[in-house]
């Protein structure tokens, strides 16, 4: 079973506008790291944002915020006033422990890749 | 500070032969996970290396293979290459072991990838 769901392989957004990119996640580990990367067309992965599984608020890092709903399971990007130096792919990641034991073993949805149109 | 660095950035090698890619985690960081990025694949976790010792693994057939130096540098090895093993290959590094103590907060800084080709 996937993981991690990223729904939307494809989203376009006007520039300056917000826009959500869904990200849906599966596990049983009550302790859990959720995690946004931002990849541009050079291939490198940039860190965006974290939310932990018993964070009580919902992460914010400046234009970037995580809509954590930890009964559903989802935890939502949302772009705040969008610019063309956004237009990347975007991806969702969780960071859980085995359920052998052992250690936290991170994986990745499938991506979304976001165009923001000027 | 400077970030991950991976050499080399490009590489075209034939099916049967074998690669070596390097990695130099973020100057303090000590943990260094490689990750495996294809089309139909997507990311997939290779390993994760911490003190010059393998931590976590993820299923990858043993021609994979990896080590990490006292200077916390990594090397990844792929041994008699396969035309499904062409994919870029991207190092990450934090500062700590993402462990057993249920600290998953670390957040890992990538390289820029080496673009693996095999024909």
């Known amino acids: 079973a996937q993981k991690i769901t990223q729904t939307q392989p494809g989203m376009f957004v006007q520039e300056k506008e917000a826009v959500t990119l869904d990200c849906t996640y599966d596990?049983?580990?009550?302790?859990?790291?959720l995690f946004w990367y931002k990849q541009p067309s050079s291939g490198e992965m940039i860190f965006l944002i974290y939310?932990?599984?018993?964070?009580?608020q919902n992460a914010t890092e400046g234009r970037y915020s995580l809509n954590f709903q930890k009964a559903r399971k989802s935890a939502n990007l949302v772009i705040s006033a969008s610019q063309l130096g956004d237009s990347a792919m975007y991806f969702c990641?969780?960071?859980?422990?085995?359920?052998?034991?052992?250690?936290?073993?991170?994986?990745f949805g499938r991506g979304t890749s976001l165009i923001v149109h000027p | 500070k400077a970030g991950v660095t991976q050499t080399p950035r490009y590489l075209i090698k034939t099916r049967g032969q074998q690669v070596t890619l390097s990695c130099s985690p973020i100057?303090?960081?000590?943990?260094v996970s490689w990750y495996q990025q294809t089309p139909g694949q997507g990311l997939q976790f290779l390993f994760e290396?911490?003190?010059?010792?393998?931590?976590n693994k993820g299923n990858f057939p043993g021609r994979f293979s990896g080590r990490q130096f006292s200077n916390s540098r990594s090397e990844m090895n792929v041994s008699t290459l396969e035309l499904g093993d062409s994919a870029l290959y991207l190092c990450?590094?934090?500062?700590?072991?993402?462990?057993?103590?249920?600290?998953?907060?670390?957040?890992?800084?990538f390289g820029p990838g080496t673009r693996l080709t095999v024909l």
């Open positions: 990450a590094s934090s500062s700590r072991y993402s462990g057993t103590s249920g600290e998953s907060t670390d957040t890992q800084y």
């Open positions: 596990t049983s580990d009550p302790s859990y790291g």
């Open positions: 939310q932990g599984s018993y964070d009580q």
């Open positions: 990641a969780m960071r859980e422990a085995p359920s052998s034991g052992g250690s936290y073993i991170p994986t």
């Open positions: 100057s303090g960081h000590r943990s």
């Open positions: 290396y911490f003190s010059e010792t393998q931590r």
